[in-house]
């Protein structure tokens, strides 16, 4: 069974009392989080500002270096620049004397010594000098060897440790001459400075490091941080910068805590305001979430599940569909004239009718079937648990086909609304199968229900998948045949227009007109009815190509009747919709030289209800103006019919054939046809009676004083029919002349 889900009761432990605990707890929880993020927050800002200063020291002993190599070139320079007179094969070690003192003045340098390719001071010193050098040369030569074995004449720059301090250290060859000079016979500037002491102060202020101090090991206070110098060649520690850092987080929550501990009190008071006032809303606001999940759920007009929760159910039959014991059925129940009311009537009884039709359907169905509005007129019907040779879903169908034909008072009963209804089903055969698919078979059945007359029941099969591909294949086609003016231009196959005669009541019953009407001959399907294709040509847009197809070549086979029989032509309510419709029906007048009071546009009560009024009235009115008649097809079969005749204007009232069909089988017929009858002769109006089929009918249309008849008794709807003129040119009205093809 797949009843209606149960809406979820409130838990019996979440008590007022407990759930303001919770509350209260979730409050203190709060606070505690703002504090906490608070203090990570800083905590957060503090560690970047460390990364930062590290990174920063990082950066400017990097510079360090670059500057160290940049200054090494320079001095090279300028002590090659120094000596006067230069052997380029031997290099005397006299040349630059002074020059350590000169760099280290100059650059701030520790010490800066001049050696051979030995290896060996290059320059005369004095013994103090020479002790450091000595000292030194172990840590030193290392620079020379790897300067030796570079392609390109480059200083190389170390971080190292000398005499015990962290120092930056480098080499760089002096080029002397043009000359090619062997290695050992070259000299080389070896120049080192120590970054602590002086330079670290210097580096301190830079960078903002307070109370910057170099240190062999990390030894730094609680306060304080360390960044570690590496030996560029080794890796190895040669000591640590240590400062106490800025950290910016610590500082701002220090400043900010005063105020954060005032907002966690006014948090505090508001959430025992809070507190008191959920306590008074709970009620509500339980209501109100189970009245939002069942309006979810649910269409608020009709109170029926709706959309989401038919797909949910119909979701539960696929899944049940495994066990392979019982089956489900859709359908999809689409109303017939419900527009037609809701724009006659308003919106008002058309929700009304909607309405009364859940009801009506709704008593009609057991327990366990699930009936549901889709939107609009459209609506779906779900039974579940079916025996597979179980039929008994065919009768329930016919009993709601037969319950929504009966009248449905409306407005307190000041109105009637008499409809129908079309339904297309199907069977759930696969577990495999989506909602989609199943819905789509639906909607096939459907769509077969309505084109073959409605108010009827449509049972999906195979065959109806070769009536939508024959309908989409048609479709194509037609835009094909519509793109060459509705003519086959390499074959006998394309649009024909027919014409049925319309006789006077007069004696002699002389032809007064004829009505176009369209066939289409195909090469598979031969002769094809207008109810084959005008479907398709209004669904995909091309029912206004065709209607101007009809309406040329109509017009054209008229230029040759007698002048006073008028042609008649059925026009879409698709078609009236167009802004540009009024000017391109007297473009074809202009072009087949048809004089517009011989053209009649004939539309049926169905057209003008579709349709929006106003932009229906403006066109008629335009129609009219240009001396074009207009006929009101069908009369008596829809609504307000009377309205329709004083305010569109109309010209003719064509009596439908079920009215005429009643004539000599039922009195009410005889009463119907003669008040149509004296309701035009009041107005004025022309009236004409379709589907005269026997002498007895005719007969009672002429004493009834009706002014044409049209039917199968008087001419059938043929290519070239017998106008009762001689004009020899006139006989072919199968026209495909240039102004057509």
Not at 572 to 584: G, N, T, W
Not at 628 to 649: C, E, M, N, P, Q
């Amino acid at each position: 069974m797949i009843g209606l889900p149960l809406l979820r009761p409130a838990l019996k432990w979440t008590s007022s009392g407990a759930l303001l605990t919770l509350i209260a707890i979730g409050g203190v929880v709060t606070i505690g989080l703002v504090l906490a993020s608070a203090i990570w927050a800083s905590r957060e800002s503090d560690l970047a500002a460390l990364d930062r200063q590290r990174e920063l020291s990082n950066t400017r002993l990097s510079t360090q270096i670059e500057r160290v190599a940049h200054e090494l070139d320079l001095m090279a320079e300028g002590y090659a620049s120094s000596i006067s007179t230069v052997d380029e094969t031997n290099v005397s070690p006299q040349d630059g004397k002074g020059f350590s003192h000169l760099i280290k003045s100059i650059f701030g340098y520790d010490q800066v010594f001049v050696i051979d390719g030995d290896g060996k001071l290059a320059l005369e010193t004095d013994a103090e000098i020479a002790s450091r050098y000595d000292w030194a040369k172990p840590l030193l030569l290392p620079l020379l060897t790897r300067l030796r074995q570079q392609d390109e004449p480059l200083p190389v720059v170390e971080l190292m440790r000398l005499e015990g301090r962290p120092s930056i250290a480098g080499i760089k060859a002096i080029t002397l001459g043009s000359q090619p000079v062997a290695p050992t016979n070259r000299l080389y500037l070896i120049a080192y400075r120590y970054i602590d002491g002086p330079a670290l102060d210097a580096f301190s202020r830079e960078q903002g490091l307070n109370g910057a101090r170099f240190a062999r090991a990390a030894d730094p206070d609680i306060e304080e941080v360390t960044f570690e110098i590496r030996a560029t060649s080794t890796g190895e520690p040669i000591g640590f910068i240590i400062w106490t850092p800025d950290l910016p987080g610590s500082r701002v929550v220090s400043r900010l805590l005063p105020a954060l501990a005032a907002s966690a009190l006014i948090i505090a008071s508001l959430l025992a305001m809070l507190m008191l006032l959920l306590k008074k809303s709970m009620s509500e606001l339980t209501d109100s979430e189970q009245k939002a999940r069942r309006q979810s759920l649910h269409d608020a007009l009709t109170d029926l599940p709706n959309r989401i929760l038919f797909g949910r159910r119909l979701t539960d039959c696929l899944e049940d569909q495994r066990l392979n014991v019982t089956r489900s059925i859709v359908a999809l129940i689409d109303l017939d004239k419900f527009k037609t009311v809701n724009d006659t009537f308003g919106h008002g009884a058309g929700d009304e009718l909607l309405t009364a039709v859940a009801d009506r359907i709704r008593a009609l169905l057991g327990p366990n079937d699930t009936l549901a509005r889709l939107g609009g007129d459209e609506f779906a019907l779900l039974l579940p648990d079916r025996a597979k040779t179980d039929r008994s879903h065919l009768e329930l169908f016919q009993r709601i086909i037969t319950s929504l034909n009966a009248p449905f008072p409306l407005l307190d009963g000041k109105v009637t609304a008499t409809i129908g209804c079309s339904i297309g089903a199907t069977s759930l055969t696969s577990a495999r199968q989506t909602t989609s698919e199943v819905l789509h078979l639906a909607d096939i059945a459907l769509y077969e229900a309505k084109s073959t007359g409605r108010n009827r029941c449509v049972e999906y099969s195979a065959r109806l998948d070769s009536s939508a591909q024959m309908r989409a294949e048609l479709k194509s086609e037609l835009q094909t045949l519509l793109s060459t003016g509705g003519t086959d231009p390499q074959s006998e196959f394309g649009l024909e227009v027919f014409f049925q005669t319309i006789h006077c009541t007069a004696p002699g019953h002389a032809v007064s007109g004829a009505e176009a009407l369209v066939r289409w001959r195909h090469e598979t399907h031969g002769l094809l009815t207008p109810d084959k294709f005008i479907t398709l040509a209004e669904d995909s847009g091309m029912i206004h190509e065709l209607g101007m197809v009809v309406l040329e070549r109509a017009c054209a086979a008229a230029t040759g009747w007698d002048s006073t029989q008028f042609v008649s032509v059925n026009v879409s309510p698709l078609q009236l919709r167009r802004p540009d419709y009024v000017d391109a029906v007297v473009k074809v007048l202009k072009q087949t030289g048809l004089a517009a009071e011989r053209l009649e546009l004939e539309l049926t009560e169905t057209a003008l209800l579709d349709a929006d009024e106003a932009v229906v009235s403006d066109t008629l009115a335009r129609l009219r103006d240009a001396g074009i008649k207009i006929a009101l097809d069908d009369f008596g079969t829809g609504y307000s019919s009377l309205s329709h005749l004083v305010r569109f204007g109309i010209d003719r009232i064509k009596i439908d054939r079920s009215f005429v069909k009643l004539l000599g089988s039922r009195a009410d017929g005889a009463a119907v046809v003669s008040a149509i009858v004296a309701l035009s002769h009041s107005l004025g109006l022309s009236t004409t009676a379709e589907g005269v089929e026997t002498e007895g009918q005719r007969d009672f249309l002429v004493a009834a004083g009706c002014n044409d008849l049209q039917g199968f008794l008087l001419s059938k709807p043929v290519p070239n029919p017998d106008m009762g003129v001689v004009d020899e040119a006139a006989t072919d009205l199968r026209l495909s002349g240039p102004s057509i093809a």
